[in-house]
């Protein structure tokens, strides 16, 4: 089992691909194909890995939908032809913050600024 600063990295990586893929706003993402694989796959890693995480760190961040999160990437990994591309839309721009800042918390918890240099 790998450290839980693995996959805090991973998905947070994944959030940084997320939020440059959408910086254009929603017409890009409607308009773009290419643009929703690219938000669609960081969304199922990042979901991939966050069901590697400990119970402890779910526990630390329950504002976190974590059961959610795991339904949300068996949705987008299965049920590809029925994928609504405007909810995946609003969770991008609802979700996606909420577990940037647990994460960012979780992995600072774990590697203090002094060993990250206050980066991720």
């Known amino acids: 089992m790998k450290d839980d600063s693995v996959y805090l990295k991973h998905v ?3 959030i940084a691909r997320i ?3 959408s910086a254009a706003g929603p017409e890009s993402f409607f308009s773009s194909t290419l643009i929703q694989d690219g ?3 960081n969304l199922q890693t990042l979901a991939e890995s966050s ?3 400990s119970a402890s760190i779910k526990d630390s961040y329950p504002d976190v939908d974590w059961t959610g999160l795991s ?3 068996n949705v987008l990994v299965h ?3 029925g994928l609504d ?3 995946i839309y609003r969770a991008v721009e609802q979700n996606i913050p909420r577990l940037k800042r647990a ?3 979780a992995l600072q918890e774990r590697e203090p600024s002094e060993r990250t240099g206050g980066q991720v």
Request: overall charge positive; hydrophobic content about 45%.
């Open 85 to 87: 591309l405007v909810l």
């Open 39 to 41: 938000i669609i796959r």
């Open 51 to 53: 069901q590697r995480l």
């Open 103 to 105: 994460c960012i918390a």
């Open 12 to 14: 947070l990586r994944c």
């Open 79 to 81: 049920d590809y032809l």
């Open 19 to 21: 939020e440059e893929y």
């Open 71 to 73: 339904g949300f990437r």
